[in-house]
C-alpha cells in the first residue's frame, strides 16, 4: 500500500517493514512495534543532539517530550 501524501520517514519506514517481512522466510516475527522503536529512537535522539550540540533542553522541547525522560532515553542507550 503506497500513500502518495506519506513524507520520507514513512516511506522508509514502510520498505524497512516490508523487507523485513519479506526476510523472515516462514519465521515467527518479533514484536514488530517494539523492533521499530528501538531501530528508530536512537539514531532520531543521536541526531537532534548533534542538531543542537548536545543541548538536551532544546533536544527534549525538539522531540516533544520532558528533559528527564529525554536524559532516561539517552542513559537507556549509553549516550551519556
Known sequence: MINENENDIAR????AID????????ETPSPIYEM??????????ETVLARVNGNQTQAATLLGM?????RKKMQAYGLI
Do not use: A, H
Open 66 to 70: 520532558n528533559r528527564n525522560t529525554l
Open 36 to 45: 521499530v522503536m528501538q531501530c528508530v529512537e536512537r539514531p532520531m535522539i
Open 19 to 26: 523487507s523485513y517481512f519479506r526476510d523472515l522466510d516462514g
Open 12 to 15: 522508509c519506514v514502510r520498505k
